[in-house]
């Protein structure tokens, strides 16, 4: 039984303008004391074609582990996954996601320029145009004269900018975000926030991130969907008004920042 | 921007005006030492120490007629035959031992006991079972070569970091691929320094080896110059192969790791 059509009465996934759309989601893991931790319980969420949308919420309200349901790394237990009209355990070459982890995970052993084209080794695309798509993402993130630099010579922020150019080579219709700049220090973060939505506009894939920072969530997202723990549902889901490049200073922008402040 | 000037610095300069006086200084030490063997040698009896000149002379004859580059040919194809076997046996088994918990545990008491038999014993063992042949030399740098490499790749396996891992599953990246591209790169620097403690072991041991299991080759030599107490001939034979084992090492290994592992930091590397 495919986890696109579980439950009775559930339409199939359809093309309708949504890049992914959950329903009734739900996830248990094993507790503790042999007892079941509802981890997620009926999550609905609809992220449109080219959007951002920020998952936000404390830690253990089931962020991460909603991403990598999406991300197709963890299944289900009940509920219907669609991505891109099609239920998610059906590979499609057409709508590739990347996924960002929270730290970098550059492979020491590799330039900048080679752990970007790593991305493209799973596959079976030729070395030369492996290297001209990698030297033309570094190219994209501003690390053009780096390339040829090993992970230890590169600062946190261009560390994460080669991370985010492995996840951008593919061309990703999706890109997934699992608190990505969270350990960058707060001018670098914000330096990266305005590259990302610079790219945003570039490519223009649909982004989901997962954050436990308002601030950061209130800045990017098109959409923040706003989670509780125990069990995880969505509390909330607030579309942010105001036009990018925001500025927290900003009255509009800091009425959001408060409101959701309230809200977690 | 900001943190593009914090930039790690690329290049270490200075670092090459360091080299060339740590040469000259070393250049010195060796024509020092080598004084002193010459003030020594005044007063003593060539038979006890002889002095450099009469080790030339020795080494030239031995060079004159060939045997020199003969012997040493075929003890360096013994120890790079055993060392070879060493590799083939270890790599994949210290990778497999690694890999597989239940069998590591299993196998872990069996190194140790390899490594403290002596070199010794398994060149006895190997006259009984090889008599006077190539095999005894390549069989006892075998045994001794093998331990070292099995342990160091073993360790190796065990470094690597499950986070690459789950990036390269992430990228739907096969396991062959995952084998080749994250292990593999890994494990080198670890097989790297095993093979050439190995490999210096083995040239060491493949001398005794010789001396008691073979009619040819460098250990063979010295004994025979031993025996017939041509003292100048050992020291002849013994300086060609100190000077050989340095050359390998500074010319082509040290190079070698330096150029594999450029990808470490300075205090690692």
Known sequence: ?264 | MAEMIEQRALAVPARRSIRFGIFFERLLLVAALGAVWWVLSLSTPPYVLPGPGRVWTALRVIAAHGDLWANLGITFWRVALGFVFATIVGLPFGIVLGANRRIGEFFEPVLPVLNTVSSAIWAIFAIIWFGISNATTIFVVFMTAMPLIITNVWQGTRAVNADFIELARVLRMPDWKIMAKIYLPTILPYFFSGARLAFGFGWRVSLVAETIGSSSGVGYRLRQAADLVRTDQVFAWTLTLVFLMAALEMGVLSPLERHLFRWKKEAEA
């Open chain 1, 1 to 264: 039984m495919a986890a696109g059509e579980t439950q009775t009465g559930q339409k199939p996934c359809a093309d309708d303008g949504q890049t992914i759309s959950l329903t009734k989601v739900s996830k248990t893991f094993p507790g503790p004391n042999g007892d079941r931790l509802e981890v997620l319980k009926d999550i609905d969420l609809a992220v449109k074609d080219h959007s951002i949308v920020g998952l936000l919420g404390a830690s253990g309200a089931g962020k991460s582990t909603l991403l990598n349901i999406i991300a197709g790394i963890i299944k289900p237990d009940r509920g219907r996954v669609c991505i891109c009209g099609a239920p998610s355990d059906e590979l499609t070459d057409w709508c590739v996601a990347s996924y960002m982890f929270q730290d970098d995970r550059l492979l020491p052993w590799r330039t900048a320029l080679h752990n970007v084209e790593f991305a493209l080794e799973a596959g079976s695309t030729p070395k030369a145009e492996r290297v001209r798509r990698a030297g033309e993402v570094i190219r994209l993130v501003g690390l053009d004269t780096f390339e040829d630099a090993f992970p230890y010579q590169l600062s946190g922020g261009m560390r994460s900018r080669v991370a985010l150019a492995r996840s951008l080579v593919t061309e990703p219709k999706i890109l997934l975000m699992d608190e990505p700049f969270s350990r960058l220090d707060a001018q670098t973060r914000a330096h990266l926030h305005s590259e990302l939505l610079r790219i945003h506009g570039i490519m223009g894939m649909t982004v989901v991130f997962v954050t436990h920072d308002v601030e950061e969530a209130v800045l990017l997202a098109d959409e923040v969907a706003v989670m509780s723990p125990r069990p995880g549902t969505i509390r909330e889901i607030v579309p942010i008004a105001p036009p990018r490049p925001r500025d927290p200073v900003e009255p509009d922008v800091a009425a959001y920042i408060r409101r959701l402040r309230a809200l977690i």
